[in-house]
Nanobody
Framework: QVQLVESGGGKVQTGDSLRLSCAVS????????MAWFRQAPGKEHEFVAG????????YYADSVKGRFTISRDMDKKTLFLQMDALIPDDTAVYYC?????????????????WGQGTQVTVSS
């Protein structure tokens, strides 16, 4: 399993931006797809965005499409989530996740490695 470490969360106001980062440790070569999930208090993990590590092809949940951008820096072995036009409904703990299968799924349990999570709080 790869080790994932998120950073970049914080408290912001509606309309602000944040960029989350997720550092990927060895065995790096086993990572095929990665994703960002979030979990609000009392709710299940929600898929936010996914990316194929090699091709860079991306997928987004409808709730964040047009506002969030997932990307990766292969040299720095880092996954990013640029979050713009934040709204209070975006408040959650955000997790990055990785899997060795060549498909992006929206189920948190389908991924084999997860980070510790980073809190994002958006006030109105």
């Amino acid at each position: 399993q790869v080790q994932l470490v998120e950073s970049g969360g914080g408290k912001v106001q509606t309309g602000d931006s944040l960029r989350l980062s997720c550092a990927v440790s060895e065995p790096y070569f086993t990572t095929v797809t990665m994703a960002w999930f979030r979990q609000a208090p009392g709710k299940e993990h929600e898929f936010v965005a996914g990316i194929f590590w090699m091709s860079g092809k991306t997928y987004y949940a409808d709730s964040v499409k047009g506002r969030f951008t997932i990307s990766r820096d292969m040299d720095k072995k880092t996954l990013f989530l640029q979050m713009d036009a934040l709204i209070p409904d975006d408040t959650a703990v955000y997790y990055c996740a990785a899997r060795t299968e060549p498909t992006i799924t929206q189920r948190f349990g389908d991924y084999t490695s997860w980070g510790q999570g980073t809190q994002v709080t958006v006030s109105s």
